[in-house]
């Protein structure tokens, strides 16, 4: 939903004002689909976590509460020391342990209208890279949330990984994105009950650049289904020189750089029926929320 913003306390202070067209685009698209579960990407964390209660209160306001709510701190904007864009420098925002302009730039947050139990919640955002010791393998975070719709209890698996892009050529954020995205497929084998991935996984099973054969991996993973949710806008604003199937695309960027692609993804698990999906993206729609489209499945709760 790109609910960041270029310095700490920004985004609260747009949310407070009430004003802003941005976040008042943002509220009025969740309004409108009516989750009952949804995992926010780029929304900046902060340690009260006051802008998020802010947001909460805001969707209130509008005539949906989402009351429960988990945002892990992230590893986005956190300093690494590193010259990880290979340009002479370590201070640049990508080298950070993910990318951003200050420590909790560009987090992410899960938020329900059923009931979390925050001592089952597990975090692995500080779990390490396997490919670069000094790095944590989660760029932003990686977070598994337990919410007990009625009397299932339905996992969220929440990530947003890097994209294979900005590392100065040296290939280490292809190889970031993919490690990203095969945790989770280490995470399915380990996995008990239903489940459903909700993430930017930053890759395009065809198109664009990054380690397809990762994602699509995953996608084939008998533990989970890939209900393929489409939109007409998608259609309408396909690139032509893309391979995949454009209805599928969820982010609308400028041709050929790198042009729009598949990259936010809705994973139920297997056992899991089902009802409906689809990305609100209509024809000719402005991305005032968002460059990123809400990507939604609806499922029948066993």
């Known amino acids: 939903m790109e609910l960041d913003r270029k310095g700490p306390g920004l985004l609260l202070r747009d949310i407070q004002a009430g004003k802003n067209k941005q976040v008042q685009a943002v509220v009025a698209q969740i309004v409108a689909a009516k989750p009952d579960i949804i995992a926010i990407q780029r929304f900046d964390w902060d340690a009260r976590l006051d802008a998020l209660t802010a947001f909460q209160k805001a ?8 009351p429960h709510a988990v945002a892990p701190r992230p590893n986005s904007g956190v300093p690494s ?38 001592d089952q919640v597990q975090n692995f955002t500080a779990t390490p890279s396997a490919i670069h010791p000094d790095l944590p393998l ?9 919410v007990l719709v009625k009397e299932t209890v339905i996992t969220v698996l929440a990530s947003h990984a890097t994209a294979p892009l900005f590392d100065g050529g ?4 292809t190889r970031r994105n993919a490690e990203e995205i095969d945790f989770f497929t280490k995470r399915l084998a380990q996995m008990t009950g239903p489940f459903v991935i909700a993430a930017n996984l930053n ?13 699509r ?13 489409i939109s007409p806008g998608a259609v309408r604003a396909a690139d032509a020189g893309h391979t995949g199937d454009p209805a599928t695309d969820t982010a609308d960027w400028p041709d050929g750089k790198p042009g729009n692609l598949r990259v936010s993804y809705v994973l139920p698990s297997a056992d899991l029926t089902v009802l409906e999906s689809g990305v609100e993206w209509e024809v000719d729609q402005d991305a005032t929320a968002s460059k990123h489209r809400l990507v939604w499945v609806d499922i029948a709760i066993p």
Do not use: C
Request: cysteine-free; hydrophobic content about 40%.
């Open 170 to 173: 040296t290939g280490l954020n």
């Open 59 to 66: 969707l209130d306001q509008a005539g949906w509460p989402l």
């Open 138 to 146: 989660h760029t932003v975070a990686f977070v598994e949330v337990p």
């Open 217 to 229: 991996k995953l996608l084939a993973d008998p533990a989970l289904q890939d209900p393929m949710p």
């Open 203 to 215: 890759l395009d099973p065809v198109d664009g650049e990054g380690d397809h054969a990762v994602i």
């Open 81 to 118: 020391g590193l010259d990880l864009n290979n340009n002479g420098r370590t201070t640049d925002a990508q080298d950070n342990f993910g990318y951003g302009l200050f420590p909790g730039n560009r987090g992410l947050a899960v938020l329900s209208r059923y009931p979390v139990d925050p």
